[in-house]
């Protein structure tokens, strides 16, 4: 079953732009982490935010955790042709060992 | 070490037969994951290894589906009597227990199972 549902499914922005997608879950969580797949292809770790934190960078990306909303937001700043992938949000619940559960995932398109 | 290889990346059977796909996790790693993703979805969890033991199975792991972890490095996720609703991608991922970061996964690009 999947925990987390990205929003939106699918978002196409121009090169230069910023693109940001959201993630909601369902239960408290010890981390957060975000993933990205290109097409066809097996997923990368993007970054990952403890349930403690409310904020976190790395490079263009930003990400964001409101834990009393069970929602997180990923946030791309000057998108490129190559982030053209789709980006999963997954969490690991409190009380599990390390079973990662991931989201239906966003569509991002950056066209040139 | 060259990341997580899965093989094979691509499988085509009829019905009714039997597949086994393998996954080599980086060396040193001690947990080991198997995930389906079906077009337009998230993977779903199967099951885990934490060096040889199989620590959790999901529902979705019917009795025609079974993995092992023999020796506590590569693992083999085999399907028995395939069915059509097995027609996915499956993924392999590994991570380490050690770290502060133990759930960070790092996947393999994943095999693909065709079933006609």
């Known amino acids: 079953s999947q925990q987390g549902e990205e929003d939106p499914q699918a978002l196409s922005i121009q090169e230069g732009e910023n693109a940001t997608m959201n993630c909601s879950y369902k239960?408290?969580?010890?981390?957060l982490q975000w993933y990205r797949q290109n097409s066809g292809r097996g997923l990368v770790h993007l970054i990952l935010?403890?349930?403690?934190?409310r904020e976190k960078h790395s490079g263009r990306l930003r990400v964001t955790l409101d834990t009393s909303k069970k929602s997180s937001s990923l946030l791309i700043t000057a998108s490129r042709a190559a982030d053209t992938a789709s980006y999963f949000c997954a969490t690991v619940p409190t009380g599990t060992a390390s079973k990662l559960t991931f989201g239906t995932g966003t569509r991002l398109q950056v066209t040139l | 070490d060259t990341g997580v290889s899965q093989d094979p990346r691509h499988k085509i059977t009829k019905r009714g037969q039997n597949v086994t796909f393998r996954c080599d996790p980086i060396s040193e790693h001690n947990r080991l994951y198997w995930y389906r993703q079906t077009l337009g979805q998230g993977p779903e969890f199967l099951t885990y290894?934490?060096?040889?033991?199989?620590?959790?199975k999901s529902r979705l792991l019917s009795d025609r589906f079974s993995a092992e972890r023999p020796k506590g490095s590569f693992s083999t996720l085999e399907i028995q009597r395939t069915e059509q609703g097995d027609s996915a991608m499956y993924l392999c991922a590994s991570s380490f227990s050690g770290t502060v970061g133990a759930n960070v996964l790092t996947f393999g690009a994943g095999s693909r199972l065709t079933v006609l």
């Open positions: 290894f934490q060096n040889e033991a199989q620590l959790e």
């Open positions: 239960t408290s969580i010890n981390n």
């Open positions: 935010i403890r349930s403690n934190e």
